[in-house]
């Protein structure tokens, strides 16, 4: 059962803009139905960076960020069964309760269960299990992985192979989940077909993992910045065009290489100008664009109704539709049996202390993924 009050270090976000702090903060014991988790390794998400900003519209501060990391249950709450102390773990931003509308509806991972409270920065019963400096720390998208030890309501834990290495897989936390998922579950990619992926972060790169397992024949990568077109190639993109070297708008240069367009696209960066172009980009009939990447709150996506009546499909997908709790074990599962890559997507491994420096060099582009260890 839980022991007492954890004090161990965190990264606080006291302000929107402000680089992180690291702080001793006093961790709760979990309550019923929650489990308290020893971090081991957490990475660094363009998510976190959009709510640290201050752009995020339910952006709560002083907040323990991180939603993509791994470790060891340390102990449970009252009611949790399915997980003990000494289960290896991935905690998750998208919980799956199993018995919401959403959970038995097979068509979406949407569990709604603690939606409400999650999007408050609170724990479900409306508190939260963190404090620093005598002030309340709010909670980050149910798991606020940036602290040595964090508390998780127990549907938002998957189980996983103890085997795993931890500063590998907790980018199934989020990323590279998200983009396989997209291709896999979203689009469903179909052997033989051409895609077109906007945006070659490690999103973008997990998709073109996720059209190459399903058998997609042509992978055309697309980035402003020519520096990521080598990594593109070794996760399965056929060829790499940059939007700058061409003087017409992409989506014309794309339907003039592909005789008409694409059948599947994807748009990973959340820019809505590029959604646009991504669903122009596919093929009159049948192709399917999937938008991946989080726009800025109040933006909208605009094309000509002609588009769609003349048969495109415009699709969106969260943590690539995967039903958390079942799927996350089942993806480190293909890691372990190399189905999937996990380890190329991590160019930089950093003690936690560095975690500003991580921010940076996402911002600068010099990094897929950094992960930080404990």
């Known amino acids: 059962m839980a022991s007492g ?12 803009g402000k680089p992180l702090s690291i ?10 139905h929650e489990v308290r988790i020893k971090v081991v390794a957490t990475a660094v998400c363009h998510t976190d960076a959009y709510t640290l900003s201050g752009a995020d519209p339910e ?5 323990i960020l991180g939603h993509e990391g791994a470790g060891i249950v340390e102990s449970v709450g009252e009611g949790v069964t399915k997980l003990k102390p000494g289960d290896t773990v991935i905690p998750l ?8 509308k959403f959970c038995l509806n097979p068509k979406t991972n949407l569990c709604q269960k603690i939606r409400v409270t999650q999007g408050k920065g609170l724990m479900p019963d409306g508190t939260s299990r963190f404090t620093c400096k005598g002030k309340q720390i709010y909670h980050f998208m149910g798991t606020s ?15 996983i192979d103890a085997a795993a ?13 998200t983009g396989y998922g997209a291709a896999i579950n979203t689009a469903k990619v179909e052997l033989g077909s051409t895609c077109a992926v906007f945006g070659l972060g490690g999103v973008g790169l997990a998709v073109i993992m996720g059209c190459k397992v399903a058998g997609a024949s042509r992978i055309i990568g697309v980035d402003l910045n020519k520096d990521k077109f080598a990594k593109a190639k070794e996760f399965g993109a056929t060829e790499c065009i940059n939007p700058q070297d061409f003087k017409k708008p992409i989506q014309e240069v794309l339907v003039e290489l592909t005789d008409g367009g694409v059948d599947y696209s994807f748009e990973c960066i959340g820019n809505v100008g590029v959604m646009r172009a991504a ?10 664009s999937v938008i991946v990447g989080v726009a800025a709150a109040g933006q909208e996506i605009s094309t000509r109704p002609f588009q769609l009546v003349t048969g495109r499909t415009w699709k969106g997908t969260a943590f690539g539709g995967w039903k958390s709790v079942e799927s996350v074990p089942t993806l480190v599962a293909e890691y372990m049996s190399k189905k999937i890559k996990v380890d190329e997507f991590v160019t930089h491994t950093l003690p936690f202390d560095k975690i500003n420096e991580a921010f940076e060099l996402m911002h600068a582009g010099k990094s897929i993924r950094s992960v930080l260890k404990f």
Do not use: M, N, R
């Not at 009050?5 to 929107?16: G, L």
């Not at 702080?23 to 019923?32: N, Q």
């Not at 940036?146 to 127990?154: C, G, I, P």
């Not at 290495?165 to 989940?177: E, R």
């Open 5 to 16: 009050v954890i004090k161990c270090k965190a990264a606080v976000a006291w302000d929107a």
């Open 23 to 32: 702080e001793e903060v006093e961790v709760a014991p979990p309550k019923a």
């Open 59 to 63: 952006g709560c501060f002083p907040v």
């Open 93 to 100: 931003y998208i919980p799956q309760c199993g018995e919401c």
């Open 145 to 159: 992985t940036f602290s040595e030890y964090t508390v998780v309501a127990d549907i938002s834990v998957a189980k």
């Open 165 to 177: 290495p931890l500063d590998k897989v907790c980018l199934l936390g989020c990323g590279i989940s």
């Open 279 to 288: 669903l122009e980009s596919c093929h009159k009939g049948w192709g399917v």
